[in-house]
């Protein structure tokens, strides 16, 4: 072998390596962007949903919009972890059949969308996503608010 075509392969390893180790470490990142973007189309799709028309009207427009929109869904929360993951319930079906973590954050995201706030989701662990929400209230006072299940923590942030 020459030695340009043994520097050429180690060179090739060494690319080759790089990108390993770049993917290894990037692609939760990569995996977590891209659920994001499909939960987003996901909370654009039902956005229409009865149940999300319902709890949006109800408690729209109230000084208390999230303690509303968690108190009145509070009843009809039922967690079900047995069901496929990769399949995204409409918020008709999580009202009838219940749900995993990703079934209540979208169902949530498409009722505070509609009251329109601004929707995240957020993945702290592997296999569990939060909801975080945030809405400007005045000139300068933005509500922010992580929720969890069916629990709302909220804080009231000023610019």
């Known amino acids: 072998m020459t030695p340009d075509t043994e520097r050429i392969l180690n060179s090739l390893f060494l690319i080759a390596l790089v990108f390993v180790i770049f993917s290894w470490i ?10 994001q973007e499909k939960h987003q189309q996901a909370t654009q799709k039902y956005i229409d949903d009865k149940y999300t028309k319902y709890y949006a ?7 208390e919009e999230i303690d509303c929109v968690m108190t009145t869904t509070s009843t009809i929360y039922k967690y079900t972890k047995d069901q496929n993951r990769s399949k995204i319930r409409s918020p008709s079906e999580y009202v009838k059949l219940g749900g995993n973590c990703k079934d209540s954050a979208i169902f949530y ?19 569990h996503i939060n909801l975080i929400i945030s809405k400007k209230i005045d000139e300068k006072i933005y509500r922010y608010c992580t929720i969890e299940g069916k629990t709302a923590t909220c804080y009231e942030v000023m610019i």
């Open 109 to 127: 995201a498409t009722i505070f969308k509609r009251m329109n706030y601004t929707t995240k989701f957020e993945f702290p662990v592997p296999q």
């Open 57 to 63: 009207n109800l408690c729209g427009g109230t000084d």
């Open 26 to 35: 990037f692609r939760p990142y990569i995996m977590e962007s891209n659920t």
